[in-house]
């Protein structure tokens, strides 16, 4: 079960972390996902971590704000988002898939575990 939480409301320019944090499993040889849908849109890849070796992907419309990272001691993954935009605001959801080379990270299809989803909403 994947436990997502740090959203909030916050101005264009600020910043939020988010949190991914899993319960009954160890993210060993995981993939771990974030996406965003906003109302009437359709769920967007953000970012993903490779967690045994960190290498990590970004859209090109995050790319340079947002960061990923990971907490072995915490079974949890970040999402830092730096410098927010008001099209930054989504429902955004964090995911896990059993990590293969072959595995096409940037596809929802490609992850089998869903957090709840925290909102994020930023402020013109």
């Known amino acids: 079960q994947l436990q997502a939480s740090g959203g909030g409301l916050v101005q264009a320019g600020g910043s939020l972390r988010l949190s991914c944090a899993a319960s009954?499993?160890?993210?060993?040889?995981?993939?771990i996902g974030w996406f965003r849908q906003a109302p009437g849109e359709e769920r967007d890849f953000v970012s993903a971590?490779?967690?045994?070796?960190?290498?990590?992907h970004y859209s090109d419309s995050v790319k340079g704000r947002f960061t990923s990272s990971r907490d072995s001691a915490k079974n949890t993954v970040y999402l830092q988002m730096n410098s927010l935009k008001p099209e930054d605001t989504a429902v955004y959801y964090c995911?896990?898939?059993?990590?293969?080379?072959?595995?096409?990270?940037?596809?929802?299809?490609?992850?089998?575990?869903w957090g709840q989803g925290t909102q994020v909403t930023v402020s013109s």
């Open positions: 971590i490779i967690w045994n070796d960190g290498t990590t």
């Open positions: 009954g499993r160890t993210f060993s040889n995981y993939v």
């Open positions: 995911a896990a898939a059993y990590y293969s080379p072959y595995l096409d990270i940037l596809l929802v299809t490609a992850y089998n575990y």
